[in-house]
């Protein structure tokens, strides 16, 4: 299986999708620090919000295969800079989340069009909370 690490504001759901890959019990847990889970990495929304913690991102992605660019679908502003992906030497996908919160087709192709910017080559669409898109994720990861 690939390992990831998840990159992303505060609050766009890393952490829940960790856990929701893992069969766990939905809790809401605030990343204080990277964790790291068998094959996923998550990182603090801090390292996203604040430049000067993106070489921690760098050094820590050294760890992964892949990068995962996360964001909420509620989130109304470009979370990710265009062209941010370019700093890894790896494949960047695109994590949507929250979908169960989405009101338009608008809405989600705003953050689509966001994640494509940043460098995503290829979009997941996820609920944690509904279990959808769980599975596409997990079969992608698990592609040699």
């Keep these: 299986m690939k390992k990831i690490i998840f990159m992303g504001a505060i609050s766009c759901g890393k ?3 960790c856990q ?5 019990e939905l809790v809401y847990d605030k990343t204080q620090a990277v964790e790291f889970h ?4 998550d990182t603090p929304g801090e ?6 913690y993106y070489n921690a991102l760098n050094v820590t992605a050294a760890e992964a295969n892949v990068i995962g660019l996360v964001q909420s679908v509620v989130e109304t502003q470009q979370v990710f800079s265009p062209g941010f992906g370019s700093i890894f030497p ?9 979908m169960d919160l989405a ?19 290829k979009i997941f669409e996820i ?6 898109g769980l599975q ?3 079969n992608y990861l698990e592609e040699e």
Excluded at 38 to 41: G, L, P, R, S
Excluded at 47 to 52: D, E, N, P
Aim: net charge positive; charged share 30%; proline share 0%.
């Design 103 to 121: 009101k338009d087709k608008d809405q989600i192709q705003r953050v689509r069009q966001h994640l494509q910017s940043a460098g995503a080559t």
């Design 127 to 132: 609920s944690s909370v509904e279990k959808t």
């Design 38 to 41: 068998a094959e996923m990495i």
């Design 47 to 52: 390292f996203i919000l604040h430049r000067q």
């Design 15 to 17: 952490t829940t999708l």
């Design 136 to 138: 596409e994720l997990i």
């Design 90 to 98: 790896k494949e960047i996908i695109g994590i949507l989340t929250k």
């Design 20 to 24: 929701a890959l893992e069969g766990k």
